[in-house]
């Protein structure tokens, strides 16, 4: 895939690579996966008060991420200098936030994550229509195998009345989503994680309006702050900062991994045995994604020679 002609030589040069930027995001995909074995531990009804909670310890997290890394004064200037790309992509991630407790309430968690799969043909057609950027056959076949794994890991809990409402906001939430993994890597040069740090504040903003109450206990919130710290506010931390090395649409393959990962550690975790086509899902989409990858580091080391 042809890289932006904006991107300036210090992106792509030096210790900041594709490599590095499929690991980053790869990690971010491991990540989020723990998210939903997380929700398990948490008995609160009001799933408002989760994403406030979650919302505000994963700003704090990226706050203190960004004092740490950059400084007083350089965190100062990180969130001036992210502009509208910045300011679109932390709107993004609070409209992904927010439509997805919306959408849980009117449809199932298999309809939003089958719908979810298509995170990576959709940004691969935002940054082939808006931006040009060439996507390879090999990405396209890997999408589909990502995509049919996925629906047939769901494909038993496929039942039920279809809320258009609740699909709706499902395909909000992989648009979204696909756009900010595609802006993210387009303004390569601009640092997202203040952006990535603004939307957590306007989720939270959103929820605290939304929830009928903030009040949790000492062990809830315990469970909460690695919720928001650890499992977003890192998660989003990792991903902005890799996928701006990467392709679009290889970085949404990669966070498919979570798909994957996920009912392994709930299993796991919480004794929740997956079906067989869960299993055999899941099974393709992992081959799908080592394949792709292995593929794709056997170009780059032939490139380099």
Known sequence: ???????????????QSPAQGIVLVLGSAIVWSFGGTLARFLPIEDGWTIVFWRSLFAALFLIGFMLWRDGPRGTITLFRNMGLPGVAVGLCFAIASTSFILALAYTTVANVVLIQAGVPLIAALIGWIVFRERVSLLTWLAIAAVIGGVALMVSDSMSGAVSPIGDALAVLIAFVFALATVITRRYAHVRMTPAACFGTVAAGTVAAIMASGLTVTLPELGILVTFGALNFGLGLALFVTGARLVPSALAALLGTAE???APLWVALIHGEVPSINTIIGGTVVLVALLSYLSVEMWRQRRATR
């Open 1 to 15: 895939m042809s890289q932006p002609s904006a991107l300036p030589q210090s992106v792509t040069a030096g210790s």
């Open 259 to 261: 798909t994957v990962l």
